[in-house]
């Protein structure tokens, strides 16, 4: 790796206080330790995606495009609402993608993972994200895919993960990400 500590962009796809995804989000980041700092990209108080703004990008929206294009990757994490992502994050991905030619998301490696209590856990979500991510030139990892059905306790308030078997398996993951990420920067 070229570069010692990657700047990792993290969306998480929940506003919810108490989001399993934010929690999921944290365990990852302390997997990672020192290799990778992640940078936690609030999406809550982005206004809604308007083309009117192409001309002249409200603050808050360029400084989100701005916090995008300043990391090295980029990792979703995302629960999944009626089989797809939720609004608030594709709001923040076109928001970080317009207009034309300013695309922040451009060549960055990336990856998403979510946790949801349903037996397919946040498949469907990944899916239609990694069709999003396609066409905005994230460079997506594509094995091991990670879906995380959680249950009550999985994951301390420390983003500790008390199951030994998913804690081993979410560090395979991080593992894999930070290799793929490293192809990159």
């Not at 990757?73 to 207009?99: C, H, M, Q, W």
């Amino acid at each position: 790796m070229s570069k010692q500590r990657p700047v990792v962009a993290v969306l998480v796809g929940s506003l919810r206080k108490e989001s399993i995804n934010k929690k999921l989000a944290h365990a990852l980041e302390k997997l990672a330790g020192e290799r990778a700092e992640f940078r936690h990209i609030g999406i809550g108080d982005l206004p809604l995606y308007n083309q009117d703004f192409d001309g002249d990008y409200p603050a808050r929206c360029r400084q989100h495009k701005d916090a995008i294009h300043s990391a090295d990757a980029v990792l979703f994490v995302t629960p999944e609402y009626n089989r797809s992502i939720p609004g608030v994050l594709k709001n923040a991905i076109d928001i970080a993608s317009r207009p034309w030619g300013t695309n922040s998301f451009a060549g960055k490696p990336g990856a998403v993972i979510g946790a949801s209590g349903g037996a397919i856990s946040t498949a469907l979500a990944q899916q239609h994200l990694r069709n999003v991510c396609v066409f905005i030139d994230v460079f997506m990892l594509a094995q091991p895919e990670a879906f995380v059905r959680y249950s009550d306790g999985l994951i301390g308030d420390d983003g500790s993960v008390t199951d030994e078997s998913v804690r081993k398996f979410l560090a395979g993951f991080v593992d894999k990400y930070l290799a793929w990420v490293a192809r990159f920067v």
